[in-house]
């Protein structure tokens, strides 16, 4: 299945060393990869329907956006389809812009159900996957909420009432990282997010993946939902979680 990794960190940030480390260790998936960040408040995506590793060697571009990327908040996601082709607009992350913000989201997990969902505003393109109506449909209900310029508490009030009726109306296994530029929200109901911070080498940053182990050797924490609870989300900014609530 899918992997996810994030980072978020009080200021630009790069991770030249982390990025490889979880492409490495996530190269079982073989159908794609993805990086998102944010550029003077813009979302940049850049993917690819290629393996990320290959004939013992990372995909060339990988290494190159691993360097070279600064922000404070950078999402990856490697690739296992389990809906939609694979080619690059299926390839994760994906953008859409509501709100007075752009915003980056990638998922994992299998849940056929939401691929019928039908929304009413701009759809991604191209994309036939239940990881895009996930989040054409919760673009809708924020939207829907008008709370475009809530506080962190409102806006997290929202995604996780958004996120419950998401689950109970299209039943399934998610896990996602959806990020505006200046917080970022983590959700899962299926997965543990492995989560670290403050360890040597990563000052004023927060790490945060799928894989089971973490990416070194450091103490990572395991983050799960309650087994009585629909999930658990969480709300990071800068290096701190400053949310976390099941639901």
């Not at 550029?39 to 060339?60: C, I, N, P, T």
């Not at 571009?61 to 082709?85: D, N």
């Not at 505006?180 to 360890?199: D, P």
């Amino acid at each position: 299945m899918c992997d996810l990794f994030a980072l978020s960190a009080t200021k630009d940030y790069s991770a030249p060393e982390f990025l490889p480390l979880f492409a490495v260790q996530a190269k079982k998936n073989m159908d794609g990869w993805g990086i998102g960040f944010f550029r003077k408040r813009h979302a940049v995506v850049e993917k690819s329907a290629d393996q990320v590793f290959y004939d013992g060697q990372l995909h060339d571009s990988f290494q190159r956006l691993a360097r070279v990327i600064k922000s404070r908040i950078i999402l990856c996601h490697i690739r296992l389809r389990t809906s939609g082709l694979v080619d690059e607009c299926h390839a994760h992350p994906f953008v859409l812009t509501f709100g007075g913000h752009n915003w980056i989201f990638a998922h994992n997990g299998k849940a056929p159900a939401i691929e019928s969902y039908q929304s009413r505003d701009t759809k991604i393109e191209d994309a036939i996957s239940d990881s895009a109506r996930a989040f054409e449909y919760l673009r809708d209900q924020i939207e829907y909420q008008h709370q475009h310029n809530a506080e962190p508490n409102m806006l997290f009030k929202i995604l996780a009432n958004s996120t419950s009726q998401m689950i109970e109306q299209y039943p399934g296994n998610y896990n996602y990282l959806l990020s505006n530029g200046h917080l970022l929200f983590a959700f899962t109901n299926h997965r543990q997010f492995m989560v670290m911070k403050g360890s040597r080498g990563l000052k004023g940053a927060l790490l945060l993946t799928t894989l089971a182990r973490g990416l070194s050797k450091a103490r990572w924490l395991r983050v799960a939902k309650a087994t009585n609870r629909k999930g658990l989300l969480l709300a990071i900014s800068g290096n701190d979680v400053i949310i976390h609530k099941s639901i």
